[in-house]
């Protein structure tokens, strides 16, 4: 079965950092596409990056440009996100996510950064 | 900038009964309308892709349809476990854009 978990997530102060990690198992993970999507308290889903299977292109949402960055070690199967600058809005569920090619068709259980002083 | 948005924001009904959900795009939009399920607390779920095609073990109740800027999400006969938030979603241009959401609740 194909499983996605998530950790890293917690609280931290605006201005903070923090380093989300997601391991996938039960599927190639050097040959997907991998993402991570948020959840806000009580929202709906945004779409935060994405990174090709070989790293070799990445795309954010302009909400986080300049602020977090994506990446993957294929050998340990791992996606992770360096959250800088946080930001009381960058509160939320943060979901890592199979695919981001044109969708994503597995999902973690979530890990929740709570950005507040 | 694709814009999705999403209709009715609340859809009331009973189990049995036949419920349609929308998408409406801002902007003329491939065939990839992606349609997901999020049951309260858990990760969302795909459903629909390429705007009709049921992901693995999605039960044949579930259909999506539409083309260009109108996309349409029906389930046939609603089974508790249904009563669930929707969502659709696309990506254009390198960027995956979600609707707001329906919430589907029994009535």
């Known amino acids: 079965d194909v499983q996605l978990v998530e950790s890293g997530g917690g609280l931290v102060q605006p201005g903070g950092s923090l380093t989300l990690s997601c391991v996938g198992s039960?599927?190639?993970?050097?040959?997907?596409?991998m993402s991570w999507v948020r959840q806000a308290p009580g929202k709906g889903l945004e779409w935060v990056a994405n990174k090709k299977e070989d790293g070799s292109d990445e795309s954010y949402v302009d909400s986080v440009k300049g602020r977090f960055i994506i990446s993957r070690d294929n050998s340990q199967n791992s996606l992770f996100l360096q959250m800088n600058s946080l930001r009381d809005e960058d509160t939320a569920v943060y979901y890592c996510g199979r695919g981001g090619r044109k969708y994503f068709d597995a999902w973690g259980h979530g890990t929740l950064v709570t950005v507040s002083s | 900038e694709l814009v999705l948005t999403q209709s009715p924001a609340t859809l009331s009904l009973s189990p049995g009964e036949r419920a349609t959900l929308f998408c409406r795009a801002s902007q003329s939009v491939s065939s990839s309308l992606v349609w997901y399920q999020q049951r309260p607390g858990q990760a969302p779920r795909l459903l629909i892709y390429d705007t009709s095609n049921r992901a693995t073990g999605i039960p044949a109740r579930f259909s999506g349809s539409g083309s260009g800027t109108d996309f349409t999400l029906t389930i046939s006969s609603l089974r508790p476990e249904d009563f669930a938030v929707y969502y659709c979603?696309?990506?254009?241009?390198?960027?995956?854009?979600f609707g707001q959401g329906t919430k589907l609740e029994i009535k």
């Open positions: 039960g599927f190639s993970f050097g040959v997907t596409t």
């Open positions: 979603q696309q990506r254009n241009n390198g960027r995956h854009s």
